[in-house]
């Protein structure tokens, strides 16, 4: 019995003398119960929202003249036509009498 008991003391001994030199003690206890295991959760599926699509684009036909310079003289053009038959109409209903005179 005291030779168990001095074999207990010895390890203790030598068991803190070799803890002191690393300066800490690691204990890990393991106790295996059956089915008492974790389990991660399964995963959930989630359905993609379905699908968006954009409408096709539309198809315009480039007709050439897209010229601002174009345009701009196109309407200098009309309003210089527009000027012209206004002063003609004046001077025929002035011509003519009918200017209220």
């Not at 030779?3 to 204990?27: E, Q």
């Not at 119960?33 to 699908?51: F, I, R, S």
Request: no cysteine; net charge neutral.
């Amino acid at each position: 019995m005291k030779r168990t008991i001095l074999g207990v003391v010895l390890g203790a001994a030598a068991l803190a003398a070799s803890s002191a030199a690393f300066a800490h003690v690691d204990l890990a206890v393991g106790v295996n119960l059956p089915g008492a295991a974790y389990a991660p959760a399964e995963p959930v599926y989630v359905a993609p929202p379905p699908a968006a699509y954009a409408p096709p684009p539309v198809a315009v036909a480039w007709r050439g003249d897209d010229d601002w310079r174009a345009r701009q003289w196109r309407e200098h053009e009309w309003r210089e036509h527009e000027r012209r038959e206004h002063q003609w109409r004046e001077r025929e209903w002035h011509d003519n009498g009918r200017w209220g005179n």
